[in-house]
């Protein structure tokens, strides 16, 4: 399966995930929390941005890299930890670790991925890989899954913030995803019926599961999953779980789902290595700012003491780079990702990224910037606020 050569954007991928996918798949990935504001104004946000023009700036030896906890990354992209792929193409991480590792950036595993570690690191390009893991009640999950981690060697460790309570997804609810495997009205029923390759994949293709997690020794089947998390769930999650983890974990942390200063401060207080700006696309809390309008106040509470990751929203290189100009080192793909995924597979995730930093460096030339670590606010011509407010 191949995206033709019209698809050219991250909005003609999501085009044709649309048509790939049946419509509650769909919905499940581009929908988000409530009313979906939070999702809009990440988008609209970006989108207000407006880039200085510069002419006839010096661009010799410019380049893409970033550097990202000590190691180089060749795009300022990484992906954002996902669970669920498997339901947009089976070849679900796997396929997209190969894309983004083999492009030169980093693939983050997802806590809730449906794939195991051992395969994604087996087909990742070597030291690519950062890893998710969340804090259950019972923390001998948490504590196997860690031992995982290091038994990969997998050094930078990110720690999921952004998604301790409950979500209420609403187009979910109206397909009946709160119920897995769900029971389908008609119309479900006719859009799978019309997507069978879809069906086909999903029935005789890669099972879809929780790898990360096991009942007896098998991995978590999706009719086992809302039980489990309803067991497993911690909503008592606190600074102290992140002392402690501090203290058994030698190697890099990340707190994903940093929103403002005070917490920015306090994470690294307890010695985190790298904070991640994320409203989880807003998929789990709406009402909030978009991420791009509060990374300059986290980048000056951490003031120069870690790094500062940023997602949500991105569907251009052009968002990368407003990111970035807010002191952002590196950026997320999340849903951009998920559809190429669905769109066309491993190659279309690959496409995606090639055009996404054709962008990017199309948008860095305009701006006068030859190295993405000298973008700053006086690329810009305006600030934040311009979302859906
Ligand atoms: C299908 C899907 C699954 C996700 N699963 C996780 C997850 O397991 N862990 C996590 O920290 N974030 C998860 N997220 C949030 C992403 O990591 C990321 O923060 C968000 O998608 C960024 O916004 P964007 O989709 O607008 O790019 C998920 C997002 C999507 C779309």
Redesign the pocket.
């Known amino acids: 399966m191949t995206t033709s050569s019209r698809v050219v954007s991250a909005e003609d991928m999501k085009g044709a995930a649309k048509r790939r996918l049946p419509k509650m798949v769909f919905d499940?990935?581009e929908g988000g929390v409530l009313d979906e504001i939070t999702?809009a104004r990440?988008?609209a946000d970006l989108r207000a941005v407006e880039f200085k023009q510069r002419t006839l700036a010096e661009l010799e030896g410019s380049h893409t890299a970033v550097s990202m906890l000590g190691r180089q990354s060749d795009i300022p992209f990484f992906v954002?930890?996902?669970?669920?792929?498997g339901?947009?193409h089976p070849h679900a991480d796997v396929g997209v670790a190969r894309a983004i590792t083999r492009a030169g950036g980093t693939f983050?595993h997802?806590?809730?991925?449906g794939v195991t570690l051992d395969e994604v690191v087996a087909a990742a390009e070597p030291g690519r890989v950062w890893g998710?893991v969340?804090y259950w009640k019972n923390r001998e999950h948490t504590e196997r899954h860690l031992e995982n981690l290091r038994k990969h060697a997998i050094d930078v460790l990110?720690l999921?913030g952004?998604?301790v309570f409950g979500d209420k997804r609403e187009r979910d609810l109206h397909h009946g995803l709160n119920n897995l495997p769900p029971r389908l009205s008609i119309p479900d029923m006719i859009s799978c019926a019309l997507r069978p390759a879809w069906v086909a994949n999903i029935l005789f293709g890669r099972k879809v599961t929780y790898g990360n997690y096991t009942i007896n020794g098998r991995p978590l089947k999706m009719s086992q999953m809302k039980p489990w998390m309803a067991e497993n769930e911690d909503v008592t999650v606190s600074w102290r779980d992140l002392a402690k983890t501090r203290e058994n974990w030698q190697g890099k942390i990340v707190l994903?789902?940093v929103m403002c200063a005070e917490d920015a401060r306090r994470a690294l207080d307890l010695g985190v290595d790298a904070i991640?700006v994320?409203?989880?696309?807003?998929?789990?809390f709406d009402r909030q700012p978009s991420?791009v309008s509060v990374i300059e106040e986290v980048v000056e509470a951490v003031d120069g003491r870690a790094e500062v990751y940023a997602?949500?929203?991105?569907?251009r290189g052009h968002d990368a780079l407003a990111m970035m100009s807010a002191g952002a080192t590196a950026v997320?793909?999340?849903?951009?990702?998920?559809y190429a995924l669905a769109a066309g597979g491993e190659a279309a995730v690959s496409k995606l990224i090639a055009q996404l930093t054709s962008e990017f460096e199309q948008a860095m030339g305009f701006c006068g910037v030859a190295d993405p670590a000298l973008a700053g606010p006086e690329i810009r011509r305006n600030t934040w606020g311009g979302g859906a407010r």
């Open positions: 499940f990935l999702v990440n988008t954002s930890p996902m669970g669920m792929l339901m947009m983050i997802s806590a809730w991925s998710q969340n990110v999921p952004d998604c994903k789902g991640f994320s409203n989880h696309g807003g998929r789990q991420t997602d949500g929203g991105v569907t997320g793909l999340g849903r951009s990702v998920a």
